[in-house]
């Protein structure tokens, strides 16, 4: 991992994992992510943003010994989660005079998870700053990105905004600064599905307060930094928007093929219509796919045979993660073939109270798909168009 300065005397210091490819043994990272640090050197005093997972630590100390530096004054940290955390006691370790600089609620994290000791930290409010000499620092608190102890902070000499999770990406790249646009996007908008997405509505607050300053580079401790800040605060705006696209997501299980000929009797029906449709089928998914589709779809169609009256198990996992990530879905249905009974429908109601949609009467049959059953999708697909139109959705 190299070091690369941002500005003069502002360095990025942590490290890429090109490899990894799961995070929290849940969210999928086919394009690995890195874990980004910045040093900060005033003329008085030293400031290190954030530090590296513990598995990348050495190349966090062999970065900064690169640079030269012999005193770190400051450990800033903007959240508890060990991806940034974890090399704080090592830090400490190596630089014993270091002070630990966050909020309250961050302070008790990470005394919790990492046993930082109690005096090694100094706590700011929100708004508070802090001198390094020539430069400074401004935190803001801004909870719920995704963690409730979460802030950003502001480096104001250079006009650089540190946000921690806050708008990066899994994205390993040697570029240190935004190269590929639209790949960057792709990237940024599946962190935002698998993370910050159940948050929207405090994001939307936390952008406002962005507008609002004068920002001319977007440090975030995943994927590439942001030299045109726009981009990314546009993308965000778009997402956190409540406008719903012309799309349909249908999730898929099948046993014996049954639930299969409804789903691809559906697909028709709607693409027909000129609906946009994305079919998953769960057994075969990256669920970050799934969830990046979730951020502007209109309508779900959760298709899934009957086990013993209920979803299939592999539904039920996408069922879950849908009501988790709170997408801003206005519609859902329920279709599926079942033996020789099923409560399929009555025990996925119960499954998405996250979820502010209205439920479209389901198709749940018995056996393969006769006649009147692809009729009955065919009035379903019909039914999706008005209700779409209804709400006039974006195409
Ligand atoms: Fe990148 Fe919430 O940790």
Request: proline fraction near 6%; hydrophobic fraction near 40%.
């Amino acid at each position: 991992m190299a070091v690369r300065e941002l500005k003069e005397n502002v360095h990025s210091v942590g490290a890429i994992d090109w490899d990894r490819r799961q995070f929290d043994a849940l969210i999928p990272l086919p394009n690995g992510t890195s874990y980004n640090a910045y040093l900060i050197r005033g003329s008085e005093k030293t400031a290190l943003l954030d530090t590296v997972d513990p598995s990348k630590e050495h190349e966090l100390l062999s970065n900064l010994k690169k640079l030269g530096v012999e005193q770190i004054d400051f450990v800033i940290s903007h959240h508890a989660e060990q991806d940034h955390s974890g090399s704080i006691p090592k830090i400490l370790e190596v630089h014993p005079n270091a002070k630990v600089v966050t909020n309250p609620k961050c302070k008790d994290m990470l005394i919790d998870h990492l046993s930082v000791p109690e005096d090694k930290f100094i706590t700011v409010e929100d708004g508070e700053t802090l001198s390094l000499g020539d430069k400074t620092l401004e935190f803001i608190y801004a909870p719920w990105v995704h963690w409730p102890e979460t802030m950003i902070s502001y480096l104001r000499e250079d006009k650089i905004l540190f946000t921690c999770d806050f708008l990066g990406s899994h994205f390993a790249t040697s570029g240190t600064f935004v190269r590929n646009q639209p790949r960057t996007y792709d990237m940024a908008k599946r962190y935002y599905a698998e993370i910050m997405m159940p948050y929207r509505n405090k994001i939307q607050k936390h952008l406002e307060k962005i507008d609002e300053m004068d920002v001319e580079m977007i440090a975030p401790s995943h994927g590439p930094v942001y030299n045109n800040p726009k981009f990314i605060l546009d993308a965000y705006k778009e997402w956190v928007s409540p406008d719903v696209k012309n799309e349909v997501i249908i999730t898929y299980v099948t046993m014996h093929g049954s639930t299969r000929k409804m789903v691809e009797h559906l697909t028709s029906a709607l693409v027909e219509k000129d609906l946009i449709v994305k079919v998953y089928d769960l057994t075969a998914t990256d669920i970050g796919e799934l969830a990046m589709d979730l951020v502007d779809a209109a309508t779900i169609v959760i298709a899934s045979p009957t086990v013993m009256v209920g979803p299939h198990p592999a539904a039920l996992y996408a069922i879950y993660l849908t009501n988790l990530l709170r997408p801003k879905l206005r519609f859902a249905t329920i279709i599926g073939s079942y033996g020789w009974g099923s409560r399929i429908v009555e025990q996925v109601k119960g499954l998405i109270p996250n979820l502010k949609v209205e439920l479209i009467e389901p198709v749940v049959i018995k056996g393969y798909p006769k006649e009147e059953d692809l009729a009955a999708l065919d009035r379903l697909a019909d039914e999706i168009v008005e209700k779409h139109k209804s709400i006039d959705v974006m195409r």
